[in-house]
C-alpha cells in the first residue's frame, strides 16, 4: 500500500516535471485569492472607518426637531424652533419613562461664526449644549474641565474649544485655559480643550453629518439662548437606553412636543440607528459585489487547474497504465492527481496571501484605511484555494483513474 508521503513525493516529482505549466496555475491561483483578501481586508478597514466616524455622533443618538417642510401654509408662516426650555425641562422629567439615557439642547448661531482673538481670526461653530452632550458625542476633555451645571444655571460665558480653533487662535505653545476668546462684543473664557475627532470620510463622500468636529466651540446653551435674547431650542439631541428603541423613543419624544405645542408645529426626527442600517445596507452591497469580482479571478485559476491536470493526463497515460499494469489501484491513480491540484492551489493560496497582505499595506498607506485582515478570512481563503483545487482535479483524475490498463499502455 502506497503512503501519503509517497504520494506527496510523487506529486511534487510530477509537477517538477512541469515547471512552466505548474507556476502559471500557480500564478492564477495567487492572483484570486490575492483579490479576495484584498477585497475582503479592505471592506473591514471600510467598515471600521466608518462606524468609528459614526461613533462621533453618538451611536444611541436621536435628533428631534421642527420639520419646517409643512404642507399647511399657516404652520409654515409661525416663527420659532418650536422648542423651547420648557420642553427641554419636561422631557427631562420623564427621561426614565421615554427610556432616554441623556439629553441635551442644542442651541446654534451661523454655521460659520467668527471669532477673534487680538489679530488672529477663525470661523467656528459656536455650539450651545448641556453637561451631558459630551458624553452624547463620545467627546472628551483632553486639558482644563467639561461644563457643568453651575455654568448652565448662571449662564457663564465660557467654552470648551477644538483643536483647529486653538490652532488659529493661540501660539502654538500657549496654554489657551483662561484666555478669552472674542465672539462679537461677547468675551467667552476657555475652560477645557476638546480631543480631536475625525470625520474626514464622512466629508470626503459628501455626507451632510461629516462636518468638521475640530472647529467647534461648546458653550453653555442658557448662555447662547441669553445672547439671542430668546428660550428656543434649534434641537434636541438625545441618547437612548437601548439601541435597538432608538426609533420609538424619537416617536415618543416627537408625540410629545406635539401635544405640549397643541398641534402648531410639524416635528420630525432622526436616529443614528437608521444610519448605521442604511450604512451596513450600502458596505455590505459593496463587499458583496467586491467578492464576486474577486472571486471570477479564483474561478480562472481554478480553470487553469483543470486544464493543466487534462493535459497532464493525456500526456502521462502510458505511466498511468504502466503504474495500474504493476498493480497500482485505481484511488491511488485518483489521489495522485487529486494531490497535485491541491498543492498547486495550496502554494498559490499563501503566496496569494502574502501578496494581498502586501498590496493591502501599500492600500492602506496610500488611503489611510484602517488595516483589519481577518483570522477567519485568511484560513477561509486557503481552504477555499484547497477546495477550488481539488474540484478542478476532480475530474480529470477521476478520468485518468478509470483508464484500462492495457489501452493506456497502448497510447502513443
Same mark, same amino acid.
Given at each position: 500500500m502506497i503512503s501519503w508521503s509517497d504520494r506527496v513525493a510523487e506529486s511534487v516529482a510530477a509537477l517538477r516535471d512541469n515547471r512552466l505549466r505548474t507556476a502559471l496555475s500557480v500564478l492564477g491561483i495567487a492572483i484570486g485569492i490575492a483579490a479576495v483578501m484584498i477585497v475582503s481586508t479592505i471592506s473591514r478597514g471600510g467598515n471600521h472607518l466608518v462606524f468609528s466616524?459614526? +461613533?462621533?455622533?453618538?451611536?444611541?443618538?436621536?435628533?428631534?426637531?421642527?420639520?419646517?417642510? /409643512?404642507?399647511?401654509?399657516?404652520?409654515?408662516? *409661525?416663527?420659532?424652533?418650536?422648542?423651547?426650555s420648557s420642553d427641554v425641562e419636561a422631557i427631562s422629567e420623564q427621561r426614565d #419613562?421615554?427610556? !432616554? *439615557?441623556?439629553? $441635551?439642547?442644542?442651541?446654534?448661531?451661523?454655521r460659520n461664526t467668527p471669532a477673534r482673538r487680538g489679530s488672529r481670526f477663525a470661523n467656528i461653530q459656536l455650539i450651545g449644549a448641556n453637561v451631558d452632550y459630551l458624553d452624547i458625542v463620545?467627546?472628551?476633555? @483632553?486639558?482644563? *474641565?467639561? %461644563?457643568?451645571?453651575?455654568?448652565?444655571?448662571? *449662564?457663564?460665558?465660557?467654552?470648551?474649544?477644538?483643536?483647529?480653533?486653538?490652532?488659529?487662535?493661540?501660539?502654538?505653545? +500657549?496654554?489657551? @485655559?483662561?484666555?478669552?476668546? /472674542?465672539?462679537?462684543e461677547r468675551r467667552i473664557t476657555v475652560i477645557g480643550l476638546l480631543a480631536a475627532k475625525s470625520r474626514d470620510f464622512l466629508s470626503s463622500i459628501g455626507s451632510a453629518g461629516g462636518e468638521n468636529a475640530n472647529d467647534r466651540m461648546i458653550v453653555p446653551w442658557t448662555f447662547l439662548q441669553r445672547v439671542r435674547g430668546d428660550t428656543e431650542v434649534d434641537h434636541l439631541h438625545i #441618547?437612548?437606553?437601548d439601541f435597538d428603541s432608538a426609533a420609538l423613543v424619537a416617536d415618543?419624544?416627537? =408625540?410629545?412636543?406635539?401635544?405640549?405645542? #397643541? =398641534?402648531?408645529?410639524?416635528? $420630525?426626527?432622526?436616529?443614528?440607528?437608521?444610519? @448605521?442600517?442604511?450604512?451596513?445596507? &450600502? %458596505? =455590505?452591497?459593496?463587499? !458583496?459585489?467586491?467578492?464576486?469580482?474577486?472571486? !471570477?479571478s479564483l474561478l480562472v485559476g481554478g480553470m487553469g487547474i483543470m486544464n493543466m491536470m487534462g493535459t497532464a493526463v493525456l500526456e502521462r497515460t502510458r505511466e498511468i497504465g504502466l503504474r495500474m499494469a504493476v498493480g497500482a489501484r485505481q484511488q491511488d491513480i485518483?489521489?495522485?492527481?487529486? @494531490? +497535485?491540484?491541491?498543492? &498547486? $492551489?495550496?502554494?498559490?493560496?499563501?503566496? =496569494?496571501?502574502?501578496?494581498?497582505?502586501? !498590496?493591502?499595506?501599500?492600500?492602506?498607506?496610500?488611503?489611510?484605511?484602517?488595516?483589519?485582515?481577518s483570522m477567519l478570512s485568511i484560513v477561509g481563503a486557503l481552504c477555499v484555494s484547497v477546495a477550488v483545487g481539488l474540484l478542478s482535479g476532480l475530474l480529470p483524475a477521476r478520468r485518468a483513474a478509470q483508464l484500462k490498463p492495457v489501452e493506456a499502455l497502448r497510447t502513443d
Open positions: 466616524e459614526l +461613533e462621533t455622533f453618538g451611536l444611541n443618538s436621536v435628533w428631534a426637531y421642527r420639520d419646517w417642510a /409643512n404642507d399647511s401654509p399657516l404652520e409654515r408662516q *409661525r416663527s420659532g424652533s418650536g422648542i423651547d #419613562a421615554l427610556g !432616554i *439615557r441623556d439629553i $441635551s439642547p442644542i442651541v446654534r448661531t451661523n463620545n467627546d472628551r476633555v @483632553i486639558a482644563g *474641565r467639561p %461644563l457643568m451645571r453651575h455654568d448652565e444655571q448662571q *449662564r457663564l460665558a465660557v467654552a470648551l474649544v477644538a483643536p483647529d480653533v486653538i490652532e488659529k487662535l493661540f501660539d502654538r505653545n +500657549e496654554d489657551p @485655559i483662561g484666555k478669552v476668546i /472674542n465672539i462679537g #441618547a437612548v437606553n415618543d419624544v416627537v =408625540g410629545l412636543l406635539g401635544r405640549r405645542h #397643541a =398641534g402648531n408645529f410639524n416635528y $420630525s426626527s432622526e436616529t443614528m440607528a437608521s444610519y @448605521i442600517a442604511t450604512t451596513d445596507t &450600502i %458596505l =455590505g452591497g459593496v463587499a !458583496i459585489v467586491g467578492t464576486i469580482a474577486a472571486s !471570477i485518483l489521489w495522485q492527481f487529486l @494531490i +497535485e491540484a491541491a498543492l &498547486i $492551489s495550496l502554494v498559490g493560496g499563501v503566496i =496569494g496571501l502574502l501578496a494581498g497582505a502586501g !498590496i493591502s499595506v501599500v492600500v492602506v498607506w496610500l488611503t489611510g484605511f484602517p488595516l483589519l485582515p
